[in-house]
């Protein structure tokens, strides 16, 4: 990567935008700023907040970064993005050349753009920061070349090998199995996407809101996949409708795994399983996937007061939805404190500006239900912090005695995510950890088994989007360089 970013630092088109403004000049620019809808408008309805920025707005920003000799934002990015060169383009107002960039190494910009931890990977990189400055919007840009790619109407350049005539099939239309798909055909193989739901997407479609990630932005991606030949049959379960034998019968030379982390975790409590205590996936899933009260036929459990439980990205969605779906209270509880949250800076700003409260430094240790069985209250233990554990965050004590009961009427569970088995369960020899993930070899993502690869939350038990479309693209170089050789 650092030997392609200096061939194209050295171009001299970049040469020449480099000397055009001072680095002085540039450092002096002030960051962007993303337009947001009102909050109080924005509880109302499920459309996106963050509105994206201008054209202006876009150049101006690409214009701060300094186009690094050695770009450790590159090094941040699990897929390998050249970060100055699509910023570079932008700059120069070569708005196609950014987006094209962008494809050469990533199926899925406009969603990256949207939902990934951009100031804990390659902003976090950025050696504006060093200069006691904030970092160049690397995530706003990266949308910005995506959403214009899209409105342009312009067709998309994608460089592609000739076909090869082997066979390849993906479990899962997730991020990893997308990201893994997509690197796949522009080498040349033919492959087909088996997705067990009845829309293509996974987490992107049942697990994200719209608020957050437009569907239309998801389907534009998978459109621009199809283009490149890739085939995707929804409603297949594979280890079901389809087995591993199954799949070498019909020919695939190679298979993948990304079929996620759906199976929800619960904390083992007393009234877990009253009506109104769901998990946030079964709560995302009816709302995002089945349009549960708006005008579906799939029915959600709502309420006035909503109680979410967790600290990371997928809590903040189901207060967030909790709130469009009418509640008047959303409480999270979260046993550490604020700062301590795995969730996004943003998702946490965005949250309160919309009315959530945050009961920090609280445990819930038991529901009370009705003479119905329906949940009215959650007792909540206080806790204070202690150690640092193994993932070097202080651990939550309990303080003794401090206990109160809090009037609730929903309850959602969000404390992680387990693999689903099936797929696992379902091939003989393969290789699984104690958590039920596929045990795969760090480098290639290749099991135990030669012919299949795995990735994302099958693998990791819970990761963010990019990590995952990381471990898709990598499976991809190794499964395709395995295949070509025999």
């Not at 902003?123 to 904030?134: A, D, G, N, T």
């Not at 890739?230 to 079929?259: C, N, P």
Request: with cysteine.
């Amino acid at each position: 990567m650092e030997n392609n970013n200096n061939v194209s630092r050295n171009e001299e088109w970049r040469v020449e935008l480099r000397g055009s403004i001072s680095p002085k000049e540039r450092a002096a620019i002030e960051r962007v700023e993303m337009p947001q809808l009102d909050p109080a408008y924005r509880i109302t309805c499920n459309e996106e907040v963050n509105q994206g920025i201008t054209e202006e707005q876009a150049v101006r920003e690409a214009t701060r970064c300094l186009d690094c000799n050695n770009p450790q934002c590159v090094t941040g990015c699990p897929v390998g993005i050249d970060i100055p060169k699509f910023i570079k383009n932008i700059e120069r107002r070569h708005f196609a050349d950014a987006a094209a960039t962008l494809k050469e190494t990533s199926s899925l910009p406009a969603v990256c753009g949207r939902v990934c931890p951009q100031e804990k990977q390659c902003e976090s990189k950025c050696i504006r920061l060093k200069m006691k400055q904030p970092a160049v919007a690397i995530g706003y840009l990266e949308r910005f070349a995506a959403d214009w790619q899209r409105n342009s109407g312009e067709e998309e350049v994608v460089k592609m090998e000739p076909k090869n005539g082997i066979k390849v099939a993906v479990v899962g239309s997730g991020p990893s199995g997308l990201s893994f798909a997509g690197d796949m055909a522009k080498k040349g193989f033919d492959v087909t996407v088996f997705e067990a739901l009845h829309e293509i997407g996974g987490v992107l479609k049942y697990g994200i809101p719209e608020f957050r990630l437009p569907n239309a932005v998801v389907d534009h991606e998978i459109e621009g996949l199809r283009k490149m030949g890739v085939d995707f049959q929804k409603d297949v379960l594979i280890g079901r409708t389809i087995t591993y034998d199954d799949l070498h019968a019909m020919g695939f030379k190679g298979i993948f795994v990304g079929s996620g982390a759906g199976f929800p975790r619960f904390m083992n409590i007393p009234g877990e399983n009253l009506n109104g205590v769901m998990s946030s996936n079964e709560y995302l899933t009816r709302i995002n996937l089945m349009q549960a009260g708006r005008g579906g036929d799939t029915p959600v459990i709502t309420g006035d007061t909503v109680a979410v439980v967790g600290g990371g990205n997928t809590a903040m969605d189901s207060t967030r939805t909790a709130l469009r779906m009418g509640a008047k209270r959303v409480i999270l509880v979260y046993r550490r404190s604020e700062a301590e949250m795995p969730a996004r800076l943003e998702e946490i700003g965005h949250a309160k500006e919309e009315g959530v409260e945050l009961m920090t430094l609280h445990n819930p240790v038991e529901y009370i239900g009705d003479e119905k069985g329906r949940v009215r209250a959650m007792k909540v233990q206080r806790m204070e912090l202690g150690d640092p554990d193994a993932s070097g965050r202080r651990s939550p004590i309990p303080v003794e005695g401090a206990i109160e009961e809090i009037p609730v009427d929903v309850v959602i569970v969000a404390v992680g995510v387990s693999p689903n088995s099936l797929v696992p369960r379902s091939i003989d020899g393969l290789e699984v950890s104690r958590r039920g993930t596929i045990v795969v070899n760090d480098e290639s993502m290749q099991s135990n088994i030669s012919d299949l690869y795995a990735g994302g939350d099958i693998v990791r038990g819970g990761a963010t989007v990019i990590l995952a479309m990381g471990d898709g693209r990598k499976a991809a170089q190794n499964m395709a360089k395995t295949l070509l050789e025999k």
